[in-house]
């Protein structure tokens, strides 16, 4: 009946099973057909090379384990596409470099944990952007220092700041510092642009104004200084003469 193919084939004993091996060799249909009825174990004392001229599938209907006792090199020329229907785990002893040519592109359907054992560095080359649809909340246990190279702009409803011991505010014109003390305003020229509209309550007042230039010219320093003179002071402006 089949005048191209030979086959060796045995019967499983006292079974309906059988093993084969098939050679097929009419012209367009050639195949080496190799079939187990159970197992299948293949040994190879050295090196093992197979090469597929065309497209290659395997199907494994359980699980798969691989065992490689010192490297694996893997090289697609075009795409890969892996999907896993529940969990995925990697566990590196060393290192892991990732290298992407354009575009790398993380959706995570619900949370995202990362946490790094020592430093973090990022850097980015141009603009960074990050949107965040709820609350964003940060510790840091030693210092938090931002610069940046041109200006710092926040909009917001509400702006609180909470210092423990004491708040500064510099420019190359002079500062205002805020502490146990009181309030300090150490400057070259002070200005008030607008009515000054003053409250005392307590045994501590308000350095008292009066005396004071018009709205929008340099302040009366030596009037300032008077005021302070003459009873206790929260607030003490301090200037060039």
Known sequence: KHKTRMTIKSQTHKGDGFNELRFEDELGKEEVFIHAQRDQNNIVNHDETTRVGNDRTERVERDETISIGQDRREEVARDESVGIGQNRVHEIAND?????????RITTGKDRIEQVGNHRQDITKAN???????HLEQVVAGHH??????????????????VSESLTIR??????RIDGAGITLDGLALSFKGPVNQQ???????TSTSGVAEPGEPICLSCLLKAIADGHNMIRMEGAS
Do not use: F, W
């Open 128 to 134: 960074h952007m990050v949107e965040i649809g709820g």
């Open 145 to 162: 220092n931002l610069k940046t190279g041109e200006a710092i702009r926040h909009t917001t409803k509400v702006y609180d700041i909470q």
């Open 200 to 206: 005392a309550t307590g045994s501590n007042r308000i």
């Open 96 to 104: 892991d470099s990732l290298s992407i040519g354009r575009t790398h």
């Open 171 to 176: 420019s190359p014109a002079g500062l205002l």
